[in-house]
């Protein structure tokens, strides 16, 4: 699994630290961000990317977003 941490930069940084991180098409990718926004524009890229099961959860103010292929 790779893991990003995008808590504190604001878009498009996000997604493109998660682009990044897909670069090597990793089977799961986890990204940690603090805002709706950025949640909702990871899951677009990476629903674009190919991964197909992806699922949130919420850890005190900040959302989990986990993929897989």
Do not use: H, W
Not at 39 to 53: A, I, T
């Amino acid at each position: 699994m790779v893991k990003v941490d995008a808590r504190g930069v604001s878009c498009p940084q996000p997604v493109l630290l998660t682009k990044n991180a897909a670069k090597n098409n990793p089977a799961e990718i986890q990204v940690v961000v603090d805002n709706n926004t950025a949640k909702s524009n990871v899951e677009r890229f990476l629903k674009n990317s190919g991964y197909k099961s992806i699922s949130f959860s919420s850890q005190g103010d900040d959302y989990v977003v986990t993929a897989k292929k």
